[in-house]
């Protein structure tokens, strides 16, 4: 299969394909910790340091372990993959909680119960399964997980600008503080489409 | 069958990897301490281990917070003032026991802080007098059919400076958490500095409601027994004051403080009036009246009433009704200069202390202890 160049997943992955606003994956924590930018970026860039590493580790488990074409043992365990990436993601999000919290006590406190969270954040293991499905090599892989993180950071970055100053409008009550928010992420979907004649996957 | 073997091997040894990566980070990373910690802007400093509680630190050096819950965050009494610590790293566990005021100036749970850098911390100067003590029961006598009058001598140290309307904590072993702890009103007047007494309501189980452990624990102490307190704790300031009268409000179980506070009154100002309205369900529940009937015989300003909630029997001479019916009867329309301590249920203190505030006595006025 003919695989596009690493540059293309990457603005693909980010823009085109954003794995939030074109698939919907890890709406959870995009809408739990959108209401500032500061903690947003701080867990966009959890997402993406999470997001590329596990990209890259779970490739080189899948097609070096798993797969019985290209493994060293040549057993076909592919139906441990789910099991095996959730246990390699859920170990670096460990990892991430400890340097955060070694680096920055707040930000560690304003992500709060998210930051644990981002073990289950479907968008890191939605990455990880589809660049299976497409079956990209360990560069593309890598250049697909870091473009799917950068994709949820800039959405949730943006959106957490947005409610920043949603703050001083008049939201009718009924849209609350999450029912608005839900709209946003449609029109901004939407405004995302704008870019899909560019480069395609 | 190689396939089990292979699957369990890879499974196995890709989590083993995992975990000996995160332990090697976890030695990297995590600052385990210790810690310095400093109480009240240099008056004490302790050391301590990196994720453990502030609570646990404290205790172990000594320091006895309050904590009836033993650090689950129920009771919200371990409060301490972190004057470094903001309203962001409060923990919703922590919100619902702490107004807004307390909020703003940094007040949290010693049980919900864990120690992971060096803290400065501001405690009541009252609690650094705190101390555990050992005591030995001397007498256990039923006072009504559910209440017990409890009576501890101190071993070591041998005696404490309790002082008007403190409350002790009782160490109550138990099976599931090592140690639990309960509060006591102190029944005791405040010279008899070697010996406790405590009012003790027995909590049976009732339908699915557990019986009390502590009370179940002090009703089932025997004359020799031996237990573990801590106190003396209290936040309740006396007007000293002879002109100003004092207002003691208790029903069922909150009898022990008005004990303290009338002999002890009685005894260092005899000049001071001093109200006791007591309220009980039935005749049943009726105890230490003789013994007041006495003082306010010997002491005119001393006037006390009791009053029966439930049918009272053809030889009751005092009043009938809930409590605060009495008080409003008794008392006259302005208590603007008065103090008052109502100890009781809570639905007995919300209606005293409507009945006080219509009355015009000011609401700092009034300390009341619900339980």
């Known amino acids: 299969m003919d695989s596009p160049a690493f540059w293309v997943i990457l603005l693909a992955a980010i823009f085109t394909n954003n794995i939030l606003l074109s698939n919907f994956l890890g709406m959870c924590s995009f809408l739990a910790v959108s209401k500032r930018v500061e903690t947003a970026v701080g867990l966009g860039l959890a997402v993406v340091f999470v997001c590329t590493c596990t990209s890259a580790l779970n490739w080189i488990i899948y ?92 959405a949730i970055v943006v959106i957490a600008g947005i409610r920043e100053r949603l703050r001083f409008s008049h939201v009718p009550a009924a849209l609350g503080q999450t029912g608005i928010v839900m709209i946003i992420t449609g029109i901004m979907a939407m405004a995302f489409i704008g870019f899909a004649g560019m480069i395609s996957l | 069958m190689s396939l089990y073997i292979g699957s369990i091997v890879i499974f196995c040894g890709l989590l083993l990897a995992l975990s000996v990566v995160l332990e090697i980070a976890a030695r990297f990373f995590v600052d385990a301490g210790p810690f310095t910690i400093d109480v009240n802007n240099g008056e004490r400093t302790l050391t301590a281990e990196g994720g453990s509680t502030l609570l646990n630190v404290l205790t172990d050096n000594k320091i006895f917070i309050p904590s009836a819950c033993g650090g689950q965050a129920t009771c919200g009494y371990c409060k301490v003032r972190l004057p470094d610590s903001s309203i962001a790293d409060v923990l919703p566990t922590e919100k619902a026991f702490l107004n807004r005021q307390e909020l703003a100036n940094g007040t949290r749970l010693a049980c919900q802080v864990k120690i992971r850098r060096p803290l400065s911390v501001r405690i009541p100067q009252h609690l650094l007098s705190v101390q555990q003590y050992r005591a030995k029961v001397i007498s256990t006598v039923s006072v009504t059919h559910d209440i017990k009058e409890l009576q501890f001598k101190l071993i070591d140290p041998p005696t404490m400076d309790y002082s008007y309307g403190h409350y002790i904590q009782v160490s109550i072993p138990d099976p599931q958490e090592g140690a639990i702890s309960r509060a006591y009103s102190v029944s005791s007047p405040i010279d008899q500095k070697d010996v406790i007494e405590l009012n003790v309501r027995l909590h049976p189980a009732r339908g699915k409601i557990p019986a009390g452990k502590g009370s179940t624990y002090l009703h089932n102490l025997k004359v020799g027994d031996e237990v573990i307190i801590t106190g003396p704790y209290g936040e309740f300031e006396l007007d000293t004051d002879p002109k100003t ?83 409003d009867k008794y008392l006259p329309d302005d208590l603007r200069a008065q103090q008052a301590f109502l100890c009781g249920p809570p639905p007995m203190i919300d209606a005293v202390t409507e009945v006080l505030l219509d009355k015009n006595m000011r609401p700092e006025r009034i300390f009341y202890d619900k339980f």
């Open chain 1, 63 to 154: 097609y070096k372990l798993l797969n019985p074409e290209t493994s060293w043992i040549g057993l076909d365990l592919r139906f441990l993959s789910f099991i095996l990436f959730i246990a390699v993601i859920a170990a670096f999000v460990q990892f991430v909680e400890m340097v955060i919290e070694k680096v920055s006590q707040t930000l560690y406190l304003a992500l709060g119960i998210f930051l644990p969270l981002i073990t289950v954040n479907c968008a890191i293991l939605g990455a990880c399964l589809l660049l299976i499905i497409r079956q990209y090599d360990f560069v593309r892989s890598i250049a697909y997980g870091l473009g799917s993180g950068l994709g949820w950071m800039l």
């Open chain 2, 245 to 327: 009268e004092l207002i003691c409000v208790g029903g069922g179980a909150g009898m022990a403080p008005m004990k303290n506070l009338i002999l002890s009154i009685l005894e260092h100002i005899p000049k001071k009036p001093v109200w006791l309205f007591f309220g009980c369900r039935t005749r049943a529940d009726v105890f230490y009246l003789d013994l007041y009937q006495k003082l306010s015989q010997k002491h005119p300003h001393f006037k006390v009433i009791y009053a029966l909630s439930e049918k009272a029997d053809d030889h009751w001479d005092g009043e009938t009704g809930f409590i605060h019916l009495s008080v």
